[in-house]
């Protein structure tokens, strides 16, 4: 698999989820955070929304970069982001956030293995 599919999906998908913790953080964090959050949590919510903007655009400009140290680091960080979260989505929904949550995990997890699919069938390429 080509790397740039999934850095094209992973910053789409993070794009979106910037939008949605940026203009309704509360719902974002529906089943979690309380719908009378205080005006501090919801502030507090918006920093993801910041996070998910810089990783969209990270991954946005390394969608067509070659085989370097920089973008084998940015493809080891996506593993990590979105193989953690789909990890921490499903503890969530295992104590009690809502099934929901495992909407997010199963996109998390599937961005996950296309990074590792993808840079595990470029090393065999270069290999080969």
Known sequence: MNLKIPFVISSVYMALVAIGHLVAPV????????????SGMVA????????FVGMAVVNWMARNEEASSARKAIVSANVMVF?????????AVVSGAGLAGLVPASI???????????????????RG
């Open 108 to 126: 998390n997890l599937a961005i996950a293995t296309a990074f590792v699919v993808g840079s595990l069938g470029r090393s065999a390429a270069l």
């Open 44 to 51: 507090f919510l918006r920093h993801y929304g910041a996070l």
């Open 83 to 91: 193989g953690l979260g789909a990890t921490l989505d499903v503890v």
């Open 27 to 38: 719902e974002m964090s529906a089943g979690v955070v309380p719908p009378d959050a205080s």
